[in-house]
């Protein structure tokens, strides 16, 4: 009562390379896309513009790893994230404050935003 399956399976290797392309397009553009939307929600500290502006980028480097980065290069970006209890000035960006990721992480209010824009521009960048 036994039997045999057999299948050929013949990958189209330029569409896996497309969609290998896609995928590292996309996460990089969400990368971006968190990073603007960090900005635009004002809750960065922003007093010269230094560090939300000028020191605060989206590193590709491991992008072909699946890994991209949001960093700050500024000596005291590490302390302002980690003291929210500092007094920050609300003038140019009113929701300034420490932590200014929690939102976009695990059990935050925009915990999904990474998940749905990388979805968005995969099918973008796939033509899907």
Known sequence: M???????????????KQLDRAKQQAL??????LLTRVKNKQVMPFDTSILQDDSTAVDYSQSAKGIVKIVSDTPYARR?????????????????????FSPWLEGGTRQNFCSR????????????
Not at 3 to 15: E, G, T
Not at 28 to 33: K, L, V
Not at 81 to 86: D, L, Q, R
Request: proline share 4%; net charge positive; charged share 25%.
């Open 117 to 128: 824009a990388f979805v968005r521009l995969y099918r973008k960048e796939a033509g899907l």
């Open 2 to 16: 036994g039997f045999s399956v057999s299948s050929k399976i013949k990958l189209n290797m330029p569409v896996v």
């Open 28 to 33: 990089e553009q969400t990368g971006d896309a």
């Open 80 to 100: 302002l994230y980690f003291h929210p209890e500092y007094n920050f000035s609300r003038k140019e960006n009113i929701a300034a404050g420490g932590k200014w």
